[in-house]
């Protein structure tokens, strides 16, 4: 019994380490997830919605906290039961998502999965991963005190098979930050251990890491970028549809729902069956307004499908980005919250721009009018386009943040508080 819940708190908390540091790696990824799920179209929890990016830190945080303090097996009484309702917490999320088909990507990995293994879960994958969680935690919530916290074995021998754990996870998310993260702190642990109160000391630095890391990528960018405009990435290729590169396609298909006109009885059909059976010539059943896409085949998706932007006349103007030989983007997917403390610096690239014949343009979600006050406010002439915030949100984690393309190919990203000084680069 002991050994089994030994390996309990070692693959439970190990899970909790990495799915942690992935949403530390982007916070403000997680946090526009969870705009999603506070949506009125999902559980219409819009109290929440201005507070998503400290919710999204604090959750990280916890898990980030609560994995280690698993396999560190400190105050077990405490952080097996608040890791429960956590994982109770994160499987009512998945299976309101599966159950009423309101978000079909559940952001459980946020988008590491996408970005190395190539998809994401889907709702119902989520919602069984909570549930394998939930299940591995129950006899750690009822037998938790016949765990030892510590010993010479412990530091022996668990330690260095949850360093596995966690490096085997980062092979898979192609980041190895994350076992690189976890051997830091073990090796700063193993080096203090005698001393006293070793246990709090353990809380404190694990914390201060977690803090440390959260406070970078806020700050800068994520260290890991799992977005399909990460650096060195072709925006072309990306959006490949699946007929050019000769990859099967997703099927779609809807789904009906129909009422008995006699019995009042519902009826769910796809579309195919609902063609087979010939229901339309069937008086009886009335369609109701109520339809839904499902998917009948998933195939290939590009990693890029709404790359779409417009000029004032509302010409279409991707294709201007795509191939310009060097362009650089300023991306502002809200003008009024974008932090502006650094627009000199960003004055400064557009001048290096027109110095060496590169085009710079301005990307944004807010209105012309929005953008026209922007304008005369900094006094700053720029060329812009408009386009869709979330999109803006996907291109980089920064408003502003700045993107040099060359020939559709990302050669550099910046955070407004790395804006560099080109003309010394050059």
């Known amino acids: ?48 919605y201005p507070y998503s990016t400290p919710f999204a830190a604090f959750m990280a945080f916890l898990e980030v906290f609560l994995g280690a303090s698993l ?11 608040v890791t429960f309702a956590l994982t109770i917490f994160f499987g009512f999320l998945t299976f309101y998502s599966a ?16 970005g190395s293994v190539g998809r994401s879960l889907t709702p119902w994958e989520s919602f069984s991963k909570d549930m394998i969680l939930f299940a591995l935690l129950i006899p750690l919530v009822i037998w938790h005190e016949k765990i030892s916290e510590g010993s010479c074995k412990h530091e022996l021998v668990y330690l260095p098979i949850s360093l596995l754990l966690v490096g085997a996870l980062s092979w898979v998310f192609d980041w190895f930050g994350m076992a690189a993260f976890w051997a ?21 630095l694990i914390a201060v890491l977690t803090l440390l890391s959260m406070y970078i990528t806020y700050e800068h960018l994520p260290f890991k970028d799992y977005l399909p405009y990460a650096e060195g990435k072709n925006l072309r290729q990306e959006m490949k ?22 019995t009042g009885e519902l009826l769910k059909i796809d579309d195919r069956k609902y063609m087979e059976q010939a229901l339309w010539q069937d008086t009886n059943w009335e369609m109701q307004t109520e339809i839904q896409n499902i998917v009948y085949t998933q195939g290939y998706e590009p990693s890029i499908h709404d790359f779409v932007f417009f000029d004032e006349e509302g010409q ?4 201007e980005i795509l191939s310009a030989p060097n362009i650089f983007v300023l991306i502002a997917y809200n003008l009024q919250t974008a932090n502006w403390g650094n627009i000199c610096a960003i004055k400064e690239a557009q001048a290096f721009a027109e110095q060496t014949h590169a085009k710079f343009v301005l990307l944004t979600a807010s209105s012309w009018q929005e953008i026209k006050d922007f304008k005369e406010t900094n006094n700053f002439e720029v060329l812009a386009y408009q386009g869709d915030g979330t999109t803006l949100k996907t291109v980089i984690r920064a408003n502003p943040g700045l993107v040099q393309i060359k020939s559709a190919t990302v050669v550099g990203k910046w955070h407004y508080n790395d804006i560099p000084a080109f003309n010394d680069l050059h």
């Open 1 to 48: 019994m002991r050994y089994f819940l030994y390996a309990c708190s070692l693959v439970v908390g190990s899970v909790f380490i990495v799915s942690g540091l992935i949403k530390v790696n982007d916070i403000l990824g997680f946090s526009y997830k969870l705009e999603e799920y506070f949506s009125p179209q999902v559980l219409n929890w819009t109290i929440f």
């Open 71 to 81: 396999v560190m097996r400190w105050k077990l009484r405490y952080v097996t039961y």
């Open 99 to 114: 159950y009423f088909d309101v978000v079909k990507d559940c952001g459980c990995f946020g988008d590491a999965m996408k």
């Open 184 to 204: 830091m702190f073990l090796i700063v642990y193993v080096i203090i251990r005698r001393t006293r109160r070793i246990e709090i000391i353990g809380m404190v």
């Open 241 to 262: 549809t699946c007929a050019e590169l000769n990859l099967p396609c997703t099927e779609m298909g809807f789904l009906y729902r129909l009422k008995n006109k006699k």
């Open 316 to 319: 279409e103007m991707s294709e």
